[in-house]
């Protein structure tokens, strides 16, 4: 069972960039579409980005232009940059694949102050 550990994330003003990184336990070339997520209080989790084993690459309208997903299967790693941070961006942050069908790591809560 493949295992995520989402890492870097911050408290960073509006405007400001992060970049997060999601290491699995296993091999990430088998998994196609490696997504990532998040979830502010009191909402529904979000689907913000995916990347294909090919490398090709969907966003959420909500972060299209703003944030890049990227895979380096040698390090079985998975990034979020993320730029122009906003307030409305605060959330805890996750990685999985397209459906989330592996167990949820504990994220990386990220906070952007005004």
């Known amino acids: 069972q493949v295992q995520f550990v989402e890492s870097g994330g911050g408290l960073v003003q509006a405007g400001g960039s992060l970049r997060l990184s999601c290491t699995a336990s296993?091999?990430?070339?088998?998994?196609?579409?490696i997504t990532w997520y998040r979830q502010a209080p009191g909402q529904k989790r979000e689907l913000l980005a995916a990347?294909?084993?090919?490398?090709?690459?969907n966003y959420a309208d909500s972060v299209k232009g703003r944030f890049t997903i990227s895979r380096d299967d040698a390090k079985n790693t998975v990034y979020l940059e993320m730029n122009s941070l906003q307030p409305e961006d605060t959330a805890v942050y996750y990685c999985?694949?397209?459906?989330?069908?592996?167990?949820w790591g504990q994220g990386t809560q990220v906070t952007v102050s005004s």
């Open positions: 296993a091999s990430t070339s088998s998994i196609n579409g």
């Open positions: 999985n694949d397209v459906v989330g069908r592996f167990p």
């Open positions: 990347v294909s084993s090919f490398g090709s690459t």
